[in-house]
């Protein structure tokens, strides 16, 4: 059984944590968190969104700037509220061993839903 590494900012065994530029310094690129963090810079090149967010997350992607540079980006700011707002709604509306189930997927680095807090998978628990 593949088990999803205890840290979701460290590179799993086997992987190269070298495979592009830190986004973040305390993330490696090859970890899953680093990966989720890389598809979220990619999703923000191409989004209906300020032409500023798509170039700052290219220069993000090249390795030029630092995603934690994007939390000071004017323009990012009203995705960041709507983002947070969207999060609390999303969290309010499910029940506590949902919550659970997803406050466990995040820590391992697993998308919400593919786990459970027994540590078995199979189930969309949180998804609506």
């Known amino acids: 059984m593949n088990e999803p590494p205890l840290d979701p900012t460290t590179a799993p065994n086997g992987s190269d944590p070298s495979d592009g530029p830190r986004m973040l310094p305390t993330i490696d690129p090859g970890s899953p968190t680093g990966r989720m963090l ?64 997803f406050r466990v997927d995040i820590r391992a680095g697993r998308p919400p839903g593919t786990g459970r807090p027994d540590g078995s998978t199979g189930g969309s628990a949180g998804a609506r």
């Open 38 to 101: 890389r598809d979220s810079m990619e999703r923000l090149r191409f989004a209906p969104v300020d032409p500023a967010i798509q170039r700052f997350a290219q220069d993000v992607l090249d390795g030029r700037r630092s995603a934690r540079d994007m939390m000071d980006l004017p323009q990012f700011q009203p995705l960041l509220e709507k983002a947070g707002q969207s999060l609390q709604e999303y969290l309010a509306a499910m029940d506590p061993a949902e919550r659970e189930a």
